[in-house]
Nanobody, 122 residues
């Protein structure tokens, strides 16, 4: 099991940027796929971005070209850089960790952080 702690959320205006961080402890961070999900009120949780152990990345269509995902294995930390934020990006953002990307998709063998709130005002 891995413990995940997100930080970096906040209230920003449309067009601003934010960087979320996810600090991990427990299992070997460098071998894991890290992912970011978000959930808005009344909506299903959706996968936003993911980065594999070898830095392959995935992005939801809604954030392509605006968000970037990265990891620093020396710091056991994953990041989500969010640029050109829109009001529809408002959600609670969750960090997730799993051995493989397929586990992220299926929700198996996946550990979760507690979430951090991002609010984008228009």
């Amino acid at each position: 099991q891995v413990q995940l702690v997100e930080s970096g959320g906040g209230l920003v205006q449309a067009g601003d940027s934010l960087r979320l961080s996810c600090a991990a402890s427990g299992r070997t961070f460098s071998t894991m796929t890290m992912a970011w999900f978000r959930q808005a009120p009344g909506q299903k949780r959706e996968l936003v971005a993911a980065v594999s152990w070898n830095s392959n990345t995935y992005f939801a269509n809604s954030v392509k070209g605006r968000f970037a995902v990265s990891r620093d294995n020396a710091k056991n930390t994953a990041y989500l850089q969010m640029n050109s934020l829109k009001p529809e990006d408002t959600a609670t953002y969750y960090c997730a960790a799993a051995p493989e990307l397929i586990d992220i998709y299926t929700g198996t063998r996946t550990d979760w952080g507690q979430g951090t709130q991002v609010t984008v005002s228009s």
